[in-house]
Nanobody, 125 residues
Framework: QVQLVESGGGLVQPGGSLRLSCAASGSTFSEHAMAWFRQAPEKEREFVAAISWSGPISDYSDSVKGRFTISRDNAKSTVTLQMRNLKPEDTAIYYC??????????????????WGQGTQVIVSS
């Protein structure tokens, strides 16, 4: 079992930056691939970024590639999402997710067994 708690959301102006964090507990963090998804109002939850167990492999959606960076610290059981050059269309609830033990990164929601409660990001002037 893995418990995930996100933090770092808030209101930011277009072009600004935010850093989201996800703290994990309850399992061997280093043996779970991690990801961020987001859900805008009246839209389906969508993939944002993912990172493999030890961090050398990452994947990004086309809409955030070059602006967002996912990283993890296995010693601290945390995964972060650094977001730069934010746009109004980035406005959403951002969710941290973990695969089952020894899972691989994937863009599909069903690959992820554990989810946080989400943190709101609003990009507006």
């Amino acid at each position: 079992q893995v418990q995930l708690v996100e933090s770092g959301g808030g209101l930011v102006q277009p072009g600004g930056s935010l850093r989201l964090s996800c703290a994990a507990s309850g399992s061997t963090f280093s043996e779970h691939a991690m990801a961020w998804f987001r859900q805008a109002p009246e839209k389906e939850r969508e993939f944002v970024a993912a990172i493999s167990w030890s961090g050398p492999i990452s994947d990004y959606s086309d809409s955030v590639k070059g602006r967002f960076t996912i990283s993890r610290d296995n010693a601290k059981s945390t995964v972060t999402l650094q977001m730069r050059n934010l746009k109004p269309e980035d406005t959403a609830i951002y969710y941290c997710a973990a695969t089952g033990l020894l899972g691989h990164i994937d863009r599909k929601l069903r690959q992820y067994r554990y989810w946080g409660q989400g943190t709101q990001v609003i990009v507006s002037s």
